[in-house]
């Protein structure tokens, strides 16, 4: 037995399995065998029962040092150390043909004998001997993507080629920026339909940028199910590459001013437009179904007009070569009504014919496509061109269901979901519930997906934040069947990951935030200081006393009173977080009233603090504390400072209840006033105008 568990965990360690790790309250988790084998199952080892393992650890030994390069490398600012070459001994007297083509075109071919690279390794695997020998590259590279081809004895192989900055993109000239936050579904206008929309988000950034302001930050806007399968929650789209025409301004469709069958639908259809207007929670549903309704009027009508006026649609179905299979996807998903999990095995595997979906149907999803595309970018040149840039969110996850996971199947691990181990807050852990990526899979694809993912989102965002930043170093598996507290780590490729990033970044010019809020290993922050990450930085964590209070707040952070998943200020300072969590049976009645008590400290500490800085005086109300807070912040060193347009009217219910699902409003909650009112409270305008000057640098703001 005692071998058997040896070769398990060296099996799980060649596979990046984590089997041990310390949890937030400085336990030791020893990872359970079944665990481990369901894990390993997932990542594509012949396990089925125990007795597979000798023969599993053996074929994962040969299979490794028969990879004679890695799939891909990193050049950090153009220098790559060495690439390693594994052969078996016998070929290690080659000739090793070289040729490195430069993603600008330019290639570069050479030759040497392996005998003359140096010799880094020799090892002996089941009955074959192995030389690992290392290969320099004769040139410092530019950046970009780069294949390195080599031959040996008629045999080729591939190896990416990743030249990255050391450091992601930094905004020049003026460094202290502020925005303001709300999700897009929340923000909502006297001409939207009941939910924000990108006209909203443009009126939203021009009257940031009119106060002074650098950054309108939101949620995701990524394509979700709003019909069958009915999935709001913008961290479990269907896919990042494309867009939610939920957003879609339709009277801003240049189309639809020529359209009178569409003009005449949206006439009839102002009744129940308006009705969309009075709950105080979005109407996914019936917003989607009327809005669609008028689209495939407006698609009907564009498509049966004379080929010159498509010219710009066609030309960008041509150019995005996964749009046209997007479509199919999704017009296959509404005649088959079922997960395409349930598909015949034909159209699981994405081999699909024109009587598998609706022509129209594709059509409607190429059009919305088109017309998403188009407003986000003249939302993004408008902001940039004001000074007051996108701050997007990049969700971790995926639906499992959706698109991507369907189109890169190869790429995802099924039957295992992505979650985190229990902590102080979700004492029985949390399940994700959406698949992860395969941290060997996505770079033998040479990153496509992921690289197609974020060159998406950054088209169009001044700053982007990585959800769970953790997530680029290792992930929290949980296998199908089993709970949170039974979850495992597993590691991904970093470095590869963080290439990306910066490369990506830099051709953008585009900040990258990383949320590393909660319990984050000391080595992650490192990670992302080294890279230029901005860190969060957010009040309701931090520690408003003691010595750690008498140092300053971090330059290179994101700071903020709270976030979305996060009660409101007001919800916060009145302990309505506790309450809830109380009710949801994750505090009992004790450890509730211990942590009240701790919360009646926080408070106090903050009111002293802030008075003994000079921002707070006298007997002071909610109000008061809350504007104190973000002027100091406003004061302080951080890169950015992002204000919930929310707290500023003191709301008290929040947008998101980690840990709950559709028995709360996650994800629905309209905010109370509407963009006309609330950018014309002088309580809103007062305090954004004195972070705008802090910000800028006149300290007389103080005591305002």
């Known amino acids: 037995m005692k071998a058997y568990f040896r070769q398990l965990h060296l099996l799980a360690q060649q596979s990046g399995i984590q089997t041990v790790y310390q949890d937030v309250f400085g336990k030791r988790r020893q990872a359970a065998p079944d665990s481990i084998l369901k894990v390993l199952k997932g990542l594509g080892a012949p396990l089925e029962t125990e007795a597979d393992v000798p023969k599993a650890l053996e074929e994962s030994q040969l299979r490794s040092w028969h990879r004679v390069v890695r799939p891909a490398a990193v050049a950090w ?6 690439i390693e070459i594994r052969l078996p001994a016998s070929k290690s007297s080659s000739l090793l043909h070289c040729r490195l083509r430069l993603e600008q075109g330019e290639t570069k071919e050479w030759r040497v004998s392996l005998l003359e ?20 590259l004769p040139t410092r590279l530019p950046f970009g993507y780069h294949k390195l081809m080599l031959r040996i004895r008629k045999q080729d192989f591939e190896t990416l080629i990743i030249s990255a900055p050391q450091k992601a993109y930094s905004i020049e000239g003026r460094k202290k920026q502020w925005g303001v936050f709300i999700p897009l579904y929340a923000l909502h206008s ?33 394509a979700a199910y709003l019909d069958n399968p009915f999935e709001y929650s913008p961290y479990l789209p269907v896919s990042k590459l494309f867009w939610n025409e939920f957003y879609l301004n339709i009277g801003q469709i240049p189309e639809f001013k020529t359209c009178q069958k569409a003009q005449r639908l949206l006439s009839v259809s102002q009744k129940s437009i308006e009705a969309l207007k009075s709950p105080s929670l979005v109407e996914y549903r ?8 008028i689209l495939e009027r407006l698609v009907r009508d564009f498509l049966s007009q004379n080929i010159a006026s498509q010219r710009g649609f066609w030309q960008f179905v041509e150019s995005n070569h996964e749009v046209e299979s997007y479509a199919r996807f999704r017009a296959a998903l509404e005649k088959q ?30 059009y919305v496509q088109w017309q998403a595309q ?10 940039r061109k004001s000074g007051t840039g996108l701050y997007l969110d990049f969700p971790l996850g995926v639906h499992p269901y959706g698109y991507d996971v369907w189109r890169y199947q190869e790429q995802f691990v099924q039957k295992v979901s992505v979650g985190a181990p229990p902590d102080v807050f979700f004492t029985k ?28 989102a950054l088209q169009f965002a001044s700053y982007l934040r990585i959800d769970h930043v953790m997530g680029l170093h290792r992930q929290f598996w949980i296998p199908q069947g089993m709970s949170p507290e039974e979850g495992i780590y597993v590691s991904y490729p970093a470095e590869e990951l963080y290439a990306i990033l910066c490369l990506e970044s830099l051709r953008h010019k585009t900040m990258i935030v990383g949320e590393d809020l909660g319990t984050v290993p000391a080595y992650v922050r490192s990670a992302m200081k080294r890279h230029n990450f901005l860190r969060m930085s957010v009040a309701e964590f931090e520690n408003w006393t003691g010595a750690e209070r008498n140092k300053a707040l971090p330059k290179n952070v994101a700071a903020s009173l709270n976030t979305h998943d996060m009660p409101t200020f007001a919800a916060f300072w009145n302990g309505m977080d506790i309450k809830e969590r109380k009710e949801m049976g994750l505090l009992s009645s004790q450890a ?7 919360r009646l400290t926080f408070k106090q500490n903050l009111v002293k603090f802030l008075k003994k800085k000079g921002w707070l005086k006298g007997e002071a109300s909610i109000r008061d504390i809350l504007r104190a807070v973000l002027k100091f912040l406003a004061a302080g060193p951080a890169r950015l400072v992002l204000i919930n347009l929310e707290d500023l009217w003191l709301e008290t219910r929040p947008q998101n209840t980690p840990g709950t699902g559709k028995e709360r409003p996650n994800w629905k909650r309209k905010a109370r006033y509407n963009l006309e009112i609330f950018t014309r409270r002088p309580g809103v305008m007062g305090i954004l105008k004195t972070v705008d000057s802090l910000r800028k640098g006149n300290g007389k703001a103080k005591n305002k």
């Open 77 to 82: 600012e153009g220098r790559l150390a060495q």
């Open 117 to 136: 690279l140096p010799k880094v390794q020799k090892t002996r695997v089941g009955r074959t001997d192995f030389v690992v020998r290392s290969l320099k």
């Open 190 to 222: 006297k001409d939207s339909w009941g939910n924000g929309d990108f006209s909203d988000l443009r009126r939203l950034s021009e009257w940031v940028s009119s106060l002074g302001g650098d950054v309108a930050a939101t949620l995701p806007l990524y």
């Open 286 to 293: 019936k917003g989607m179904t009327l809005k669609r309704n």
């Open 337 to 366: 009504g079922k997960p395409w999990c349930e598909w015949p095995e034909r159209l699981r595997e994405g081999r699909s014919e024109s009587g598998d979906y609706n022509q129209e149907n594709q059509s409607y999803h190429l």
């Open 374 to 383: 188009r407003q986000l970018k003249e939302l993004a040149e408008a902001g």
């Open 429 to 456: 852990g949390q399940n994700w519930q959406f698949p992860p990526l395969h941290p060997e899979k996505i770079g033998s694809d040479q990153y496509r997906y992921f690289r197609a993912c974020l060159q998406n």
């Open 592 to 598: 509730g009233n211990d942590e009240w008590r701790q």
